[in-house]
């Protein structure tokens, strides 16, 4: 049960970072016909998981999840799919009513929820997927606040 | 799996807390050093939520942003990130 834990394959490397989703940035930039404000802002957003996920690689069950959403939504979007679809949920901020009659998730099912990828991973594994996406969510954040003050400037 | 499960002992425990307490800040750890189970995973819970929301709020500034650059700057913006981070 006890697993290697490697620290050293957990932190993020932040040039790779960069690289994905500037060179997303650059594309997204470059693109004109993006005209409305909310799509431009809704492709970043998936470029920065986008670039997240790839950072990681596909060891992790969250990357390869969140890979799956990404490549989904970018395919379903080419061919005209409808995508009223529940991975469509993820990307944007609905707000979900909670049903009276089910019974309270415990936090850890909450935990589940949030970690992509994670729905029926024990709680071990769960924390240390847990671990993993946190790590990069932190970097992702950090250099899109780098990315914002160094083009605000 | 679920036989794994149902047998945790007091050491897995404590692994498990102190797993948790060193995924969060400096800022949103428990100020008791003994802080329950349940208390750290909603915290965890409550910071993975608030990573997301900066995301988003990132992701609409930088489409601000990206709206008033004009073309020449996007390479500049890269190299300055790039030997920044």
Redesign the interface.
């Known amino acids: 049960?006890n697993r290697k834990n490697s620290n050293k394959s957990r932190n993020p490397n932040?040039?790779t970072?960069?690289?994905y989703f500037?060179r997303a940035?650059?594309c997204?930039?470059k693109k004109t016909s993006m005209a409305s404000?909310n799509q431009?802002?809704?492709t970043?957003?998936r470029a920065?998981?986008a670039s997240m996920a790839l950072a990681a690689g596909p060891k992790r069950a969250w990357s390869r999840a969140v890979l799956c959403r990404v490549l989904w939504w970018g395919s379903s979007r080419l061919h005209g799919f409808p995508t009223r679809r529940r991975p469509r949920a993820f990307f944007h901020?609905r707000v979900r009513v909670a049903d009276p009659k089910l019974r309270e998730p415990s936090?850890?099912d909450?935990?589940r929820r949030?970690?992509p990828g994670a729905k029926a991973m024990?709680?071990?594994r769960l924390?240390e997927e847990?671990?993993h996406?946190?790590q990069y969510?932190?970097a992702?954040?950090l250099?899109?606040?780098?990315?914002?003050g160094?083009?605000?400037d | 799996?679920s036989s794994?499960?149902s047998r945790?002992s007091d050491e897995?425990i404590n692994e498990?807390i102190s797993?948790?307490q060193?995924?969060l800040p400096e800022s949103r750890r428990p100020s008791t050093s003994r802080a329950s189970a349940?208390k750290l995973?909603?915290e965890?819970?409550s910071?993975?939520?608030s990573?997301?929301r900066?995301?988003?709020d990132?992701?609409?500034?930088?489409?601000?942003?990206?709206?008033t650059?004009d073309?020449n700057?996007?390479q500049a913006?890269?190299i300055?990130?790039?030997l920044?981070?």
């Open positions: 049960m932040k040039p970072l960069a690289f500037l940035l650059a997204i930039n404000y431009r802002s809704g970043i957003k920065a998981y901020r936090k850890a909450v935990l949030l970690v024990d709680l071990s924390l847990t671990a996406y946190i969510l932190r992702q954040v250099l899109m606040q780098n990315v914002v160094s083009v605000s | 799996m794994r499960e945790i897995e498990l797993k948790l060193a995924l349940s995973l909603k965890t819970c910071y993975i939520k990573l997301r900066e995301v988003d990132l992701s609409d500034r930088l489409s601000d942003l990206l709206a650059m073309s700057s996007p913006e890269i300055r990130s790039l920044r981070s």
